[in-house]
């Protein structure tokens, strides 16, 4: 049974930095491109950031380029969402997902990624 487990949300402060992380039990997970999504309240959930399966293709939301790294470990099997310069409107649930796509590049929308982890509260107060 695949599994996704994130960890490193929380309250910090606006300004601070975070890490968030996902484990996954993907094998092999070097042929999964990754991603991290968001959801507000009330809102639809919207990608963050993406990585490929080489790492080499990146993805970043307008909203958080320059302040946001995705990276992964697959030596761990574990992706990374750095996020710097935190904001208030960066509060969301985040939630890590995993796809398998024929060739070395990611997806954009959340249905075509069928394993999801459970999500991670990130509070940024101002």
């Known amino acids: 049974q695949v599994q996704l487990v994130e960890s490193g949300g929380g309250l910090v402060q606006a300004g601070d930095s975070l890490r968030l992380s996902c484990a996954a039990s993907?094998?092999?997970?070097?042929?999964?491109?990754l991603a991290w999504f968001r959801q507000r309240p009330g809102e639809a959930r919207m990608i963050v950031a993406a990585?490929?399966?080489?790492?080499?293709?990146?993805y970043y939301a307008p909203s958080v380029q320059g302040r946001f790294t995705i990276a992964r470990d697959n030596a761990k099997n574990t992706v990374y969402l750095r996020m710097n310069s935190l904001k208030s409107e960066d509060t969301a649930v985040y939630f890590c997902?995993?796809?398998?796509?024929?060739?070395?590049?990611?997806?954009?929308?959340?249905?075509?990624?069928?394993?999801w982890g459970q999500g991670t509260q990130v509070t940024v107060s101002s």
């Open positions: 990585i490929s399966w080489s790492g080499n293709k990146l």
């Open positions: 993907l094998q092999p997970f070097s042929s999964y491109a």
């Open positions: 997902a995993a796809a398998n796509p024929p060739g070395d590049y990611y997806f954009l929308d959340d249905p075509d990624y069928p394993y």
